[in-house]
């Protein structure tokens, strides 16, 4: 409100009101100044307040265009000056810029947080070697910057100097700092603490994480919401259609019943007054702005208006399982040789095939090998088969290895495997545990199990989402056993396992059928597809990663599943003020029109009822700014 105050148009049309109200209440005691002074006062007053409202009004009507709300108030302040009730066309002049002001400052407060992420956007940085801060458009990937204490870190880039804690609540909505040192990756906008470093900067000005999260904020009021759709659609016809019914309003009491002219006129003009849509217009984008711009605060990017009403309607959510409701950090358990081969060979020809992958299992079947010092073997002629293993020739065994699960091994071999082996399989995954297999010159030659811990929070989580009528699912990659493991442990009744890419998709579209609205939950990478025909889809920890921005609706910043819970929790109040925005404005209106109707109104009261419906509901919609 302090902001307000601060506007010096807001300060002079509250000044104006003052000065006009003496005149209002004299009117009401048919007390009136000489004609001649009064009509250049208010002449005055009129122009220089409503200037912008004539210009807009006159323009809509010489091309025809009637759905324009300026064009409403234009005919009704010049049939109330028509009427000589001067004080009354001031006060609708008045009252309607306060209200668009009201409406203004509305959008702006919801969009604060988009403010203070662009104030957190540095213009120039320190390149080292230079004396001089250089615009940030001018530094290139590979250039060094230096970031001193309490400095706004730039650009993106990596820590090649130095060690420091960073502020990075901007961007991931977490307010303890996290320790920076060699090697470490920091994100523009974030804000170093106490200790000096210097950067190499990864991405240009344009690509960096803050640019990223303002442009895709900003595009957010591009995807509207059905409701807002729905409202200006509605809005084209609605304006005519109340010009026409004034029009009738005049002319049948008048021509058929012999009324009044003025009395039936002036309710002709209040009728248009009421009728104002300014209300229903502003009610969906100021509580849609004001809840993505508490997202954003909170470190979760929300990339339409579309995605928060539809996440406050969904039904059911599919998960991944590896970096969703587990850790995403995999390590090895266990390693069984079999058919001569030692625990070296397997680790050595294991870790050279999985050299080639990004994929969280091979990191930690590499990171096995480097920890007790195994040279990893090269490969030639490497091939992979997307969610089931990978072939190659070792140069160092020279003979053709496969790396995979149970029935890829199967289909590779083309024999039937020793009952011992698949026992053992079948107990490792029956432990939650996910199997990798090994085969060497056509034979099983080790196997590898894979575990990784489930989250903390992923119980509390699913709990919460069961008790608001939500329904979880997972869908997984992984092995039926260990993905009934992790399910059974969090109280998940449906399970998808051993599934391709292109079969999450197909079990998304069934989930879709089954519920309305479906949710995914993924990384963001490899879920790109099942994330897309989702209704709502969400990537986690997206910070950093422009491709799980891309690839999602909605994206963490953070890994912290609990925003989920925040998220769908602010999709149901979203919808839900603005749909008792649309509600109390279409009854409040609805009153008002009989009102008119009747011949019980007038001007005065009809518009202080737009006004207070306006800032009604701007109040209310604010309130989703502080919403936790």
């Known amino acids: ?37 009064e009509l250049p006062i208010f002449l005055l007053m009129t122009g220089v307040i409503g200037y912008k409202i004539f210009y807009s009004g006159l323009k809509s009507l010489i091309k025809l265009k009637f759905s324009n709300i300026n064009l409403l108030m234009t005919v009704a302040i010049a049939g109330a000056f028509y009427l000589r009730q001067f004080e009354e066309a001031v006060i609708i002049v008045i009252l309607f ?46 250039d060094t910057v230096i970031i001193k204490p309490g400095d706004i870190i730039p650009m993106d880039g990596i820590v090649t100097y130095g060690s420091s804690i960073v502020d990075e609540s901007t961007i991931t909505g977490e307010p303890v700092p996290k320790s920076k040192f060699l090697n470490s990756p920091v994100y523009s906008g974030t804000q170093n603490g106490t200790g000096y470093l210097e950067i190499e900067v990864t991405k240009k000005a344009r690509d960096a994480t803050l640019s990223k999260i303002i442009e895709l904020t900003y595009k957010a009021a591009e995807k509207k919401t059905s409701s807002q759709k729905f409202i200006e659609k509605f809005a084209k016809y609605y304006t005519p259609t109340v010009l026409c019914i004034a029009i009738l309003l005049v002319i049948i009491p008048v021509f058929a019943f012999r009324g009044q002219f003025n009395y ?52 059911a959510i599919a998960l991944d399982k590896t970096k969703t409701l587990t850790k995403g950090e995999p390590i090895v358990a266990d390693i069984v040789t ?49 969610g089931k293993g990978v072939t190659g020739t070792c140069t160092v065994c020279e003979h053709k290895d496969i790396l995979g699960n149970l029935s890829f091994i199967k289909e590779q ?57 939500i329904t979880p699912v997972i869908l997984t990659g992984d092995n039926k056993a260990s993905a009934e493991f992790i399910a059974s442990h969090l109280g998940i009744e449906k399970v998808k396992a051993g599934l391709l890419p292109q079969n999450k998709v197909e079990e998304i579209d069934d989930l879709k059928k089954e519920y309305g609205y479906v949710a995914m939950l993924g990384d963001g990478v490899n879920d790109a597809p099942a994330l897309t025909t989702a209704s709502v889809g969400i990537s986690m920890g997206a910070v950093g990663s422009d491709i799980a921005i891309e690839n999602s609706d909605i994206a963490l910043m953070n890994d912290n599943l609990l925003n989920i819970l925040f998220t769908i929790r602010l999709g149901k109040k979203s919808n839900n003020v603005i749909k008792f925005n649309i509600i109390s404005a279409i009854i409040v209106k609805f009153i008002f029109m009989v009102l008119a109707l009747l011949g019980i109104s007038n001007l005065s009261l009809a518009i202080i009822a737009d006004v207070g419906l306006t800032i009604f509901v701007v109040i209310n919609g604010l309130r989703l700014f502080k919403f936790k």
């Open 97 to 142: 810029s306060i209200s668009e002001n009201l409406e203004e400052f509305g959008i702006k407060r919801s969009q604060d947080s988009l403010k203070t992420l662009v104030e957190k956007s540095s213009k120039t940085a320190a390149l080292k070697g230079r004396n001089e801060n250089v615009p940030i458009e001018n530094i290139g990937i590979g």
């Open 1 to 37: 409100m302090k902001e307000l105050l601060k506007n010096k148009k807001f300060i002079w049309l509250i000044i104006s009101l003052i000065v006009i109200l003496p005149f209002l209440v004299l009117s009401y005691f048919d007390k009136h100044l000489f004609f001649w002074i």
């Open 338 to 386: 079999f058919n001569g081969y030692s625990r070296q060979d397997v680790l050595a020809c294991a870790a050279g095939l999985e050299s080639f992958s990004e994929h969280p299992i091979a990191k930690s079947i590499l990171n096995k090998a480097a920890e007790e010092g195994i040279k990893v073997h090269d490969f030639s002629d490497f091939k992979s088969v997307t």
């Open 413 to 469: 071999l083309n024999i039937k495997l020793n009952e011992e082996i698949i026992k053992m399989v079948n107990e490792f995954e029956k432990q939650g545990k996910t199997v990798i297999l090994l085969s060497e010159n056509n034979s099983v030659s080790g196997i590898i199990t894979i575990t990784d811990k489930i989250r903390k929070e992923s119980k509390q989580l699913i709990e919460s989402i069961k008790n608001s009528g």
């Open 264 to 315: 039936w006129f002036t309710q002709a003009l209040t009728l248009l007054i009421i009728s104002c849509p300014c209300a229903l217009v502003i009610s969906t984008p100021v509580t849609i702005f004001s809840a993505i711009g508490n997202a954003t605060r909170n470190g979760v990017l929300i990339k339409g208006g579309k995605y928060l009403e539809d996440m406050g309607k969904i039904k």
